[in-house]
């Protein structure tokens, strides 16, 4: 239990542990509104605030780059495209019955349990015999500065050492993005489009999805202004 | 750092952490959606000064960069936002200077 113990070094328990308190605790009161709240565009921004949180949570943990991450991704662009997945959807959300809850909380909590049985096979930091201190991680850290010739190992590892690995993450992410970017139709056309499979037309009044939106207007009568 | 500046600086962070949960009153229980949205803003750069003191606290001030960048970000969550508001669209152009293009009647949408 050597990380309790220099937890509880005066040195290390007053500027961080306290403040890592903090944040949980807001975080813990953000995802408890997420799930209270009805309002879909409160929880776009409850999530955004989520992100910076956990962002600034993970700056007192000394993880920069996994904070710029998330605040670049959890606040900057799922915010983004949430709200315009709003625009194609309802503004409110109806409540679930307490059944069918049922099951996603015990996923959640066999979920849970499960982090805290694999904690205690966590190595200590700092730890000279754990995995990433022993094998191929060591070599990287001793022949990065004459192979590479960069200062930051983590850079030459990601784009250098794997580079076909990172390359295909990359193609993964943009055909990801790009499908979710069609999907959503931010040139505009969201809610208007047309489809012709066998010459036969469908667009948004006569698919078989208009009966779920409640505005049943027509194109003209939604473009003049209301009385 | 002198004791006393380090306990100023992390009584700062406190501080600020105390502003960040008052924003969060806000954003729970803001009547409107304008008062959820100046919060989310705000609380953006509680977060963003949070970083600038924490890095003092740790004793590196090269992290203020970090700071900056975050102020970046959540300027385009904010105007993501608003466009949403203003425009139902997100691929407006944002009206500027004496062009009349992309001018949307401002606040009828504004539920």
Redesign the interface.
């Known amino acids: 239990m050597s990380l309790f113990a220099a937890a509880l070094e005066p040195a290390f328990v ?2 961080t542990l ?2 890592d308190i ?2 949980l605790a ?1 975080l813990v ?2 995802a408890f ?1 997420i799930v209270r ?1 009805r ?1 879909l ?2 929880i776009v ?2 999530q ?2 989520y992100s ?2 956990s ?2 949570w993970f ?2 943990l ?1 993880a ?1 780059d996994v ?2 991450t998330e ?2 991704v959890g ?2 662009v799922s ?2 495209l949430m ?2 997945a ?2 194609l959807a309802d ?1 409110k959300s109806t409540p679930v019955p307490m059944r069918r809850q049922l099951g996603a909380l015990a996923v959640v909590l066999l979920a849970g349990v499960a982090m805290f049985y694999a904690v205690p096979d966590m190595a200590a930091f700092g730890d000279v015999n754990s995995a990433a201190n022993s094998y191929v991680g060591m070599d990287f850290m001793a022949k990065t500065a004459e192979e590479v010739k960069i200062p930051n190992v983590v850079t030459a590892v990601l784009a250098s050492y794997r580079g076909y690995d990172t390359f295909g993450e990359v193609v993964v992410i943009f055909s990801a993005g790009l499908g979710v970017l069609l999907l959503l139709g ?3 056309n ?1 809610g208007h489009w047309v489809a012709r499979p066998n010459g036969q037309v469908i667009n948004d009044r006569t698919a078989p999805s208009a009966g779920l939106s409640k505005d049943n207007r027509s194109e003209e009568q939604r473009a003049e ?1 209301d009385e | 750092m002198s004791p006393f500046m380090g306990y100023f600086m ?1 009584g700062s ?2 501080l600020i ?1 105390v502003s ?2 008052l924003m ?1 009153v806000r ?2 229980g ?1 009547p409107t ?1 304008y008062d ?2 100046l ?2 803003n705000s ?2 750069t509680k ?1 963003v000064l ?2 600038c003191v ?1 890095c003092f ?2 004793g590196r001030p090269d ?1 203020v960069d ?1 700071a900056l ?2 102020a970046l ?2 300027f ?2 904010t105007i ?2 608003l466009k ?1 508001f203003n425009y ?5 152009e944002l009206p500027s200077g004496n062009s009349t293009a992309g001018r949307v009647k401002v606040g ?1 949408d504004a ?1």
């Open positions: 007053v500027p306290l403040l903090c944040f807001l009161v953000v509104a709240m309002s565009f409160g921004m409850l955004g605030v910076l949180l962002a600034a700056v007192t000394d920069v904070a710029f605040a670049a606040a900057g915010t983004v709200l315009s709003m625009l503004r931010l040139n505009g969201s202004p | 992390l962070a406190f952490i960040m949960a969060l954003l729970i803001g959606l959820r949205l919060a989310v609380f953006g977060t949070f970083l924490f606290i740790i992290g970090i960048l975050y970000m959540n385009i969550a993501a936002a949403f139902r669209a997100l691929d407006v009828e539920r």
